[in-house]
């Protein structure tokens, strides 16, 4: 596969930002990374594989992260890559699309596959429709502006030994800055799915909150993280947003996901359709899931899962 020979990463996590420095590294000659964060997140760039690192120094306490877009943009503008990448989430989504309106070009969101053509022509595929459907868009503009999900691209290994740049960049007024006005915490899970290798997802057949300890005990047992569907994240609130497999969720690669009273919905699927193995487990034999597991097992979760238990698997 050809390569573009400029790429350049944002992200607001770390996490992310080695995702992206991997996806670089993988799609161009050269990759830059703009960091956010303190000097050891700017060094460790160069490890997780850019070659420049643009520091723009810790977030001050006054600043949203989107009253830092002219400041990019003035980099991107001198640079000017044929590919910034920035991770999905909500705040760079918005940094995006002040980018792409002060460039006059579009952002493409979500984004799952990058494809160079033989002579150079970038296409990005995306999903539309819900998830239903995958379009190959085709940026018209010299530099193209795309987000990417958790797990499109994995973290590179250790690259402690990488030589690279870093180089300081002054914070530039912003004419349309956001006013902060209060900060609330959130409940937060240290998970990271798109890097586990096994992963048990639940979703709405468990049937009651009270379920899902049988859950977390099978998941132990397989030492695998634990996952779900839409519903429970943001209907049920059950668990929280981090575990949420999908669409607008997180996209996994695991060698392995066992699924516990999952449909098998399109948009659920499509976060998962990456996996080496999937296997499934629904009372009904008729879930979409089955057509799309390596393995199937029809029943009550409530017994099959203590049976599993008792197995020691």
Request: net charge positive; aromatic share 6%; with cysteine.
């Amino acid at each position: 596969m050809r390569r573009l020979k400029n790429i350049w990463v944002f992200a607001d996590k770390a996490s992310s930002l080695a995702e992206l420095c991997a996806g670089g590294r993988q799609l161009g000659e050269n990759v830059a990374a703009v960091v956010l964060g303190g000097e050891e997140t700017a060094r460790q760039a160069i490890e997780q594989g850019a070659d420049q690192v643009y520091w723009l120094g810790l977030k001050a306490e006054d600043k949203m992260l989107e009253d830092y877009t002219r400041t990019i943009a003035g980099l991107l503008e001198k640079h000017r890559p044929e590919l910034f990448l920035l991770n999905a989430g909500r705040r760079t989504k918005v940094v995006a699309g002040r980018l792409a309106a002060l460039f006059a070009t579009s952002a493409i969101t979500d984004a799952m596959q990058f494809v160079i053509g033989e002579n150079g022509d970038l296409q990005i595929a995306r999903l539309v429709y819900g998830g239903l459907a995958i379009r190959l868009e085709k940026p018209l503009s010299a530099m193209a502006i795309a987000t990417v999900g958790n797990g499109v691209f994995k973290a590179a290994a250790d690259g402690s030994n990488r030589q690279g740049t870093v180089t300081e960049v002054p914070w530039v007024e912003d004419g349309c800055r956001l006013k902060l006005l209060e900060r609330r915490a959130r409940d937060t899970e240290p998970v990271d799915l798109a890097a586990a290798a096994r992963v048990v997802g639940v979703g709405r057949g468990i049937g009651k909150e009270e379920g899902l300890a049988m859950v977390y005990a099978l998941a132990r047992q397989l030492k695998a993280e634990v996952a779900c569907t839409r519903p429970l994240a943001e209907g049920e609130k059950w668990m929280s947003p981090e575990r949420y497999i999908g669409v607008s969720g997180t996209m996994i690669k695991p060698d392995m996901y066992l699924a516990l009273g999952i449909s098998g919905q399109i948009q659920h699927m499509t976060g998962v359709n990456k996996a080496r193995v999937i296997i499934a487990v629904n009372k009904d034999i008729n879930a979409p899931i089955f057509e799309q597991s390596d393995y199937g097992l029809v029943g009550d979760l409530y017994k099959i899962i203590p049976a599993l238990l008792k197995s020691r698997l």
